[in-house]
């Protein structure tokens, strides 16, 4: 299996537009789930670069992995952000837990979820950093992005119904 590319959404489904009342004649197409991928260490304590998001994709969730435990002292935090600097979710906390070996917990705020329903109309820059109060030791995760493409200015085509 290789790798393809593709400018714009796949629809997928048998009935574009809706004629009807009934299984057969309403609209069942919907746009293709996708993933990007990662890599984050404990040496990541500036923003990196893990992948960039087309224009107007609607984010579904992050899954962090933890492949090599985390085990600051104090506060082991995995931030993932805009090259802005805006934060999208975050895995960890002012806790003296070490980020264990597994599947991270990932915490999404309400004041992120207007970027989740639409990254906006030019492709977007998703980073990590990872901090730490105490004093940093081993460490390593990865993140994968859950998307949907869509055109870039954020619709489906055909639209929702």
């Known amino acids: 299996m290789g790798f393809a590319s593709h400018l714009g959404p796949w629809l997928l489904g048998t009935v574009k537009n809706t004629t009807g ?7 069942n197409m919907g746009a293709t789930v996708v993933t990007q991928t990662g890599l984050t260490t404990v ?6 670069t893990e992948f960039v998001l087309p224009a ?3 984010i579904i969730e992050f899954f962090v992995d933890i ?8 506060g082991n935090t995995i931030t993932i952000q805009t090259a802005a600097g805006n934060s999208l979710a975050t895995v960890g906390g002012a806790t003296t837990t070490p980020l264990a070996v597994g599947r ?3 915490t999404v705020t ?7 329903l639409n990254v906006g109309s030019t492709d977007l820059i998703v980073q990590a950093v990872y901090a730490c109060a ?3 030791s081993g460490g390593a995760a990865t993140i994968t992005c859950v998307y949907v493409v869509r055109e870039s200015n954020g619709s489906a085509n055909p639209s929702q119904v």
Do not use: L, M, S
């Open 21 to 27: 009342t009934t299984a057969g004649t309403i609209r």
């Open 43 to 48: 040496n990541d304590t500036t923003a990196t």
């Open 56 to 58: 107007g994709a609607q």
């Open 67 to 74: 492949t090599t435990a985390y085990a600051g002292t104090t």
């Open 104 to 106: 991270a917990t990932v």
């Open 110 to 116: 309400g004041a992120q979820i207007g970027t989740y």
């Open 134 to 136: 105490g004093t940093a």
